[in-house]
């Protein structure tokens, strides 16, 4: 019996994140609503590895490096390094189309690579983007190296500027209320292509690639061709998303584009449930959440339980991180919220428990 | 529509080698359109070298290759495919995280032409053609007699079903040549003895088989030709009488002087 109908279900699901921000304002403050934004800024990331990873089945370790292409397009196209106001319109899709050369321009050479080769490659990839940017400093100054670019121009749509503060209707919005709304956007036009793409044509090769390469190419499936799209389609979000970023911070600099970063994409994707939306989403919003409760949580806790701050916060934080994966690698292995596939995979059907089991009696017949 | 006697592959002097080893030399047959063409031979005779340059796996040495009127020579699989070769695989290789329906799914790929724009709008013709590949997988999975849920994993299937599905889903290229590489491996008499009539309706819906088996007795019993390999090379060809009775093919499967 079904109560709600799935388009009741997806507009309630979409007015509560629109109340939300006012919901956190009045309860926590702003500060957990900036959190929210970089919450966004991390789904639409990780979003975006998952076509890679969670459908192609293309391990990725250097997908930061397309976040870093779209930042760096937004900053040194909207800020006084170079004198250019170039309006968000033009700047982020350029950032988009960037970011998926850089895709391409990745994929090409690593075709014939898979799991941990890949790997490698990709990661050796995210590091060459960082120092790029770190040192292209000199003989002529382009990216400002390890300072960075500071003075970014904030997001605007023509007079409209996401940076300052707006009345509407008797409601105040902050800019951190008022990113929050146009990441939302974004972000839910990314889970919606995401959607679209997975139940296609296109979503099934990639899966047939992830399965078995040598029987997809059998099938006909011009693995070159659907593997580059992956790369390429991956790297638009990631460029878009590094747009936003840079726009929102308002500065960037190549220490936001570690490898760490990465790897906590690639955690949020693995934990959440890879090749499941939800699942993704899920990651990413834990992942961003949970460290930051950890951090305004840890110190008073510790005040409290043993009158002084034993562990360093930071560090416990990453004690804790890296105990949550082993945890959920062992409990479930396949995330969090595992697509019904993977659910399947590691729970068998009713029907066919029953029917190995009448196979065996067979068998002892 | 197809005539009896046109030739649908031609294979001449074909040769592959693998460092120093010789897998094939100088290998050459043709299959005739509409035929069940056996190819068999001891282990290690060369017979799945011999499959997967045909699918485009491996590339040829020497020699040429001719499917359909057109020549190919550095071919990828997906080309092939598309030029309509479709194959199986001697140890299963379906999708196996994929359910049954989507694996034929995927086989309708190439016939297909819906890209990224298709995807995200949806617009009629997009919605069209995947109504139509799901109408055909669901008419597959019925022609190759799985009779199961459409949605159960691939991986889940018994192992008669999942060789069926595989051919189901390289049926689904719409092939010109159906390359099978051991249908029968590992199959009881019954299984068996259905599977050749599922081959035999296959063939006279107009498709032409390749069929490479260890079997014999099916392969006597089903093709229209068949060719023998040993040690790489063809060393004979006809129907199944006069292979059953050539001394060399005696030797080589018996024993035997060698010649």
Same mark, same amino acid.
């Given at each position: 019996?079904? /109560?709600l109908?799935q388009?009741?279900k997806?507009?309630?699901?979409?007015?509560?994140?629109?109340?939300f921000?006012?919901?956190?304002?009045?309860?926590?403050?702003?500060?957990?609503?900036?959190?929210?934004?970089?919450?966004?800024?991390?789904?639409?990331?990780?979003?975006?590895?998952?076509?890679?990873?969670g459908?192609?089945?293309?391990?990725?370790?250097?997908?930061?490096?397309?976040?870093?292409?779209?930042?760096?397009?937004?900053?040194?196209?909207?800020?006084p390094?170079?004198?250019?106001?170039w309006?968000?319109?033009?700047?982020?899709?350029?950032?988009? /189309?960037?970011?998926?050369?850089?895709?391409?321009?990745?994929?090409?050479p690593?075709?014939?690579?898979?799991?941990?080769?890949?790997?490698?490659?990709?990661?050796?990839?995210?590091?060459?983007?960082?120092?790029?940017?770190?040192?292209?400093?000199?003989?002529?100054?382009?990216?400002?190296?390890?300072?960075?670019?500071?003075?970014?121009?904030?997001?605007?749509?023509?007079?409209?500027?996401?940076?300052?503060?707006?009345?509407?209707?008797?409601l105040?919005f902050?800019?951190?209320?008022?990113?929050?709304?146009? #990441?939302?956007?974004?972000t839910?036009?990314?889970?919606?292509?995401?959607?679209?793409?997975?139940?296609?044509r296109?979503?099934?090769?990639?899966m047939?690639?992830r399965?078995?390469?040598?029987?997809?190419?059998?099938?006909?499936?011009?693995?070159?061709?659907?593997?580059?799209?992956? #790369?390429?389609?991956?790297?638009?979000? %990631?460029g878009?998303?590094?747009?936003?970023?840079?726009?929102?911070?308002?500065?960037?600099?190549?220490?936001?584009?570690?490898?760490?970063?990465?790897?906590?994409?690639?955690?949020?994707?693995?934990?959440?449930?890879?090749?499941?939306i939800?699942?993704?989403?899920?990651?990413?919003v834990?992942?961003?959440?949970l460290?930051?409760?950890?951090?305004?949580?840890?110190?008073?806790?510790?005040?409290?339980?043993?009158?002084k701050?034993?562990?360093?916060?930071?560090? /416990?934080?990453?004690?804790?991180? %890296?105990?949550a994966?082993i945890?959920v690698?062992?409990?479930?292995?396949?995330g969090?919220?595992?697509?019904?596939?993977?659910?399947?995979?590691?729970?068998?059907?009713?029907?066919?428990?029953?029917?190995?089991?009448?196979?065996?009696?067979?068998?002892?017949? | 529509?197809?005539?009896p006697?046109?030739?649908l592959?031609?294979?001449? &002097?074909v040769?592959?080698?693998?460092?120093?080893?010789?897998?094939?030399?100088?290998?050459s047959? =043709? +299959?005739?359109r509409?035929?069940i063409?056996?190819?068999? !031979?001891?282990? &290690?005779a060369?017979?799945?070298?011999?499959?997967? +340059?045909?699918? &485009?796996?491996?590339?040829?040495?020497?020699?040429t290759?001719?499917?359909?009127g057109?020549?190919?020579? =550095?071919?990828?699989?997906?080309?092939?495919?598309?030029? !309509?070769?479709?194959?199986t695989?001697?140890?299963i290789r379906?999708?196996?995280?994929?359910?049954?329906?989507?694996?034929?799914?995927?086989g309708? =790929?190439v016939r297909?032409?819906?890209?990224?724009?298709?995807?995200?709008?949806?617009?009629?013709?997009?919605?069209?053609?995947?109504?139509?590949?799901?109408?055909?997988?669901?008419?597959?999975?019925?022609?190759?007699?799985?009779?199961?849920?459409?949605?159960?994993?691939?991986?889940?299937l018994?192992? &008669?079903?999942?060789?069926?599905?595989?051919?189901?889903?390289?049926?689904a290229?719409?092939?010109?040549?159906?390359?099978?590489d051991?249908?029968?491996?590992?199959m009881?008499?019954?299984?068996?003895?259905?599977?050749?009539?599922?081959?035999?309706?296959?063939?006279?819906?107009? +498709?032409t088989?390749l069929l490479?088996? =260890?079997?014999?007795?099916?392969i006597? !019993?089903?093709c229209?030709?068949?060719?023998?390999?040993?040690?790489?090379?063809?060393?004979?060809?006809?129907?199944?009488?006069?292979?059953?009775?050539?001394?060399?093919?005696?030797?080589?499967?018996?024993?035997?002087?060698?010649?």
């Amino acid at each position: 019996m079904k /109560l709600l109908t799935q388009p009741t279900k997806i507009a309630a699901l979409i007015l509560a994140l629109l109340i939300f921000p006012f919901i956190t304002n009045s309860l926590l403050g702003q500060g957990w609503l900036r959190i929210a934004d970089f919450a966004l800024l991390y789904i639409m990331l990780a979003l975006g590895l998952n076509i890679v990873v969670g459908y192609a089945g293309l391990l990725d370790l250097g997908y930061i490096a397309f976040f870093a292409v779209g930042a760096y397009t937004y900053a040194l196209l909207g800020s006084p390094q170079f004198g250019l106001h170039w309006p968000l319109w033009i700047v982020l899709p350029l950032g988009a /189309l960037l970011a998926c050369g850089f895709g391409v321009l990745l994929g090409a050479p690593t075709l014939r690579l898979r799991g941990d080769y890949l790997a490698v490659v990709t990661l050796g990839f995210g590091e060459i983007i960082r120092i790029f940017m770190n040192n292209l400093n000199a003989p002529v100054n382009i990216t400002n190296g390890p300072q960075g670019i500071s003075m970014i121009d904030p997001l605007s749509i023509g007079e409209f500027s996401f940076g300052k503060t707006h009345d509407l209707l008797g409601l105040t919005f902050t800019p951190v209320h008022l990113h929050y709304y146009l #990441f939302l956007g974004f972000t839910l036009l990314i889970i919606f292509v995401s959607l679209r793409l997975q139940d296609s044509r296109i979503g099934r090769a990639w899966m047939a690639i992830r399965e078995d390469e040598v029987a997809a190419s059998a099938m006909g499936i011009n693995t070159r061709n659907v593997k580059l799209l992956a #790369f390429a389609m991956g790297a638009t979000f %990631g460029g878009i998303s590094g747009g936003l970023f840079a726009g929102f911070q308002g500065f960037v600099s190549p220490e936001s584009f570690s490898l760490m970063e990465s790897i906590m994409i690639l955690c949020m994707v693995v934990l959440g449930g890879m090749g499941n939306i939800s699942g993704v989403v899920l990651g990413g919003v834990l992942l961003v959440i949970l460290p930051e409760a950890f951090r305004h949580g840890a110190g008073p806790l510790q005040q409290a339980l043993f009158g002084k701050i034993v562990l360093d916060p930071e560090s /416990l934080r990453m004690l804790m991180f %890296g105990l949550a994966l082993i945890l959920v690698m062992l409990w479930r292995p396949a995330g969090l919220w595992p697509s019904t596939q993977r659910r399947r995979e590691l729970m068998p059907d009713e029907s066919v428990a029953h029917q190995e089991q009448e196979t065996v009696y067979d068998a002892a017949k | 529509m197809t005539q009896p006697n046109e030739t649908l592959l031609t294979l001449s &002097g074909v040769g592959k080698h693998f460092g120093g080893l010789a897998a094939l030399s100088d290998v050459s047959l =043709h +299959i005739q359109r509409g035929e069940i063409y056996g190819l068999i !031979g001891p282990n &290690g005779a060369g017979k799945t070298t011999l499959f997967n +340059i045909i699918t &485009g796996l491996y590339q040829l040495d020497q020699g040429t290759f001719n499917f359909d009127g057109n020549t190919y020579r =550095h071919c990828k699989s997906h080309v092939l495919a598309k030029a !309509g070769i479709a194959r199986t695989f001697q140890n299963i290789r379906l999708f196996a995280n994929m359910t049954a329906l989507e694996n034929i799914m995927v086989g309708c =790929h190439v016939r297909t032409r819906s890209g990224v724009w298709g995807a995200l709008l949806r617009h009629s013709a997009a919605r069209k053609e995947e109504h139509e590949i799901a109408r055909r997988a669901h008419e597959l999975l019925c022609y190759v007699g799985i009779h199961r849920p459409a949605h159960i994993l691939a991986k889940n299937l018994s192992y &008669g079903e999942q060789r069926r599905l595989e051919i189901a889903r390289a049926l689904a290229t719409n092939p010109k040549l159906l390359a099978l590489d051991e249908p029968v491996a590992g199959m009881n008499a019954t299984e068996t003895e259905s599977l050749k009539a599922l081959l035999q309706t296959i063939c006279a819906s107009g +498709i032409t088989v390749l069929l490479i088996e =260890h079997d014999v007795k099916l392969i006597m !019993g089903l093709c229209d030709r068949i060719a023998v390999l040993d040690y790489g090379k063809k060393i004979a060809e006809g129907i199944p009488e006069e292979v059953r009775r050539n001394p060399a093919v005696i030797a080589a499967y018996l024993g035997g002087e060698v010649a």
